[in-house]
């Protein structure tokens, strides 16, 4: 899928849009706007390794999902913080049966 074309296309209808991080994955031959594109490896070389989390309420946006569904028109879902990190927790308790030893790397003790 041409990920940067798409983009490029779709940024006709966004003037306001002044800068596209590029991430290198396929090495395909892509169309670059010097005055606008950067590539990822650039972008993040001066970048600290940690960043002290930032707290958020339960409500607060993640990010919006669009989607044209089956009418052909753009539709965006609201993901909240607490709402996502809760169906990504329940899924990995009840779906991928994720223990803590599992995510500490921790075996049990001989009693279990």
């Not at 999902?65 to 993901?79: A, E, F, M, Q, W």
Request: aromatic share 10%; net charge neutral.
């Amino acid at each position: 899928m041409a990920l940067k074309k798409n983009t490029d296309e779709a940024l006709k209808e966004c003037p306001f849009v002044s800068t596209v991080i590029v991430y290198k994955r396929t090495g395909q031959e892509i169309n670059w706007q010097h005055d606008r594109d950067v590539w990822w490896h650039d972008f993040v070389k001066d970048a600290d390794a940690y960043i002290k989390p930032e707290p958020m309420d339960a409500e607060d946006m993640l990010y919006l999902l669009y989607t044209s569904g089956s009418t052909g028109k753009p539709k965006g879902i609201v993901h909240t913080t607490g709402g996502y990190l809760t169906g990504v927790s329940a899924t990995h308790r009840m779906i991928f049966d994720l223990r803590e030893r599992t995510c500490t790397g921790a075996r049990p003790t001989s009693g279990g």
